[in-house]
């Protein structure tokens, strides 16, 4: 890139803030790292934001989709590729409020995206004229979630959303389909991530967001499974999924950008990443995308997706149901972005920020 050798390095972040702090200090201060990119959990993103801001270093978050990420946690230096949980509760609350009922029950991961993801579904619900009638705080490490299931039970909420990620979700699914609850009351799930999803289809119920899907009859898209496929032959996924697919487009996107700018300079980069725009074609989504300059969150298409019962082979686990372009995120609070940071300019030298 501009006649300079790219190097990456990574390392896990065990979804552990801490962990994920010592990482990018030591990434920006002894591997002389100029961007970050993953992370992949919202409570270590916002940590790596700390660390990231304070050296001026650019963070791409690729896929954490807390809207505090580009809210109340947001950052000059840092940029949010995920669909943000306020649009995807956008796209799935008000024709649920509508169509199947009013009394809603919130299920909470207990840290950051659980409560942000939350208390945006809630607003939304009351905004359609629901009721959130309990929101059960589910702590992180969870997988016995009889207590949870029989409150609900005894509770006969129409709706149940959401807001569990990670092996979290996995273990949710299975005992809700054990015990027969995937039918009523009816179910919204805020994302789910290919990689939680894989492995225990037969789990997967209720209405769910994404931002993309490898069967998607869209340009490029079997053309970009095919090239991926290739690289990642070994993998124990066997095809690319929306985690894939964020870090993918931000990393493209970066690189584009620093070929524009014509630099490694970070305020020339982010100059050029607040002005991104990208067509549906190059995005390989139904609709134009764009980042966001006052919130540094990329603004796309959202999709609505539910288990497909009639897959085309074993990998067609979704079955979409719509597609919806996410709006401007809209806060309730004013967002003042970080304008002091260092420019820093280096090696061309790429971390990445592994959650396993």
């Not at 947001?74 to 009922?101: E, H, P």
């Not at 690289?231 to 996107?253: C, H, L, Q, R, W």
């Not at 959202?302 to 597609?323: C, G, M, Q, V």
């Not at 309730?332 to 002091?340: A, F, H, P, W």
Request: include cysteine; hydrophobic fraction near 35%; charged fraction near 20%.
């Amino acid at each position: 890139m501009l006649g300079r050798k790219i190097t990456w390095i990574t390392a896990d972040t065990e979804t552990t803030p801490a962990t994920g702090s010592r990482i990018a200090e030591r990434f920006i201060t002894r591997e002389d790292c100029t961007i970050l990119i993953g992370a992949l959990h919202s409570g270590v993103a916002n940590a790596i934001t700390q660390v990231a801001n304070k050296y001026g270093v650019i963070y791409l978050n690729t896929n954490s989709s807390a809207p505090s990420e580009a809210g109340e946690n947001c950052s000059r230096i840092k940029f949010v590729w995920d669909g943000n949980g306020t649009n995807f509760s956008k796209a799935s609350v008000k024709n649920a409020v509508d169509s199947i009922g009013k009394n809603w029950m919130l299920l909470t991961n207990d840290y950051v995206w659980g409560h942000t993801t939350s208390a945006s579904t809630k607003a939304q619900v009351e905004g359609a004229g629901g009721k959130i009638i309990d929101n059960l705080l589910v702590p992180q490490n969870t997988r016995d979630f009889t207590a949870y299931l029989l409150k609900i039970q005894q509770a006969k909420p129409d709706v149940v959303a959401t807001a569990v990620g990670g092996d979290d979700i996995k273990a949710l699914r299975e005992q809700v389909a054990q015990l027969k609850l995937d039918g009523r009351p009816a179910w919204i799930n805020n994302q789910q991530d290919w990689p939680d999803v894989w492995g225990s289809p037969d789990s997967l119920f209720g209405v769910f967001g994404t931002t993309w899907y490898h069967k998607l009859p869209l340009p490029g898209v079997a053309d970009f499974v095919k090239k991926w496929q290739a690289v990642n032959k070994d993998g124990p996924i066997p095809v690319p999924g929306n985690v894939s697919y964020n870090g993918y487009m931000a990393t493209s996107e970066l690189l584009r950008a620093i070929e524009r700018a014509g630099s490694t300079n970070n305020v020339k980069i982010i100059k050029e990443l607040e002005n991104l725009k990208v067509s549906a074609t190059e995005r390989m989504q139904h609709f134009d995308a764009y980042m966001d300059p006052a919130t540094h969150q990329m603004q796309q298409t959202i999709y609505l997706a539910r288990r497909n019962t009639k897959p085309t082979d074993s990998t067609d686990l979704f079955e979409k149901r719509s597609s919806n372009y996410s709006d401007r995120m809209q806060t309730t609070m004013i967002v003042e972005l970080c304008v002091s940071f260092l420019a820093h300019q280096g090696a061309d030298k790429c971390c990445s920020l592994v959650t396993e």
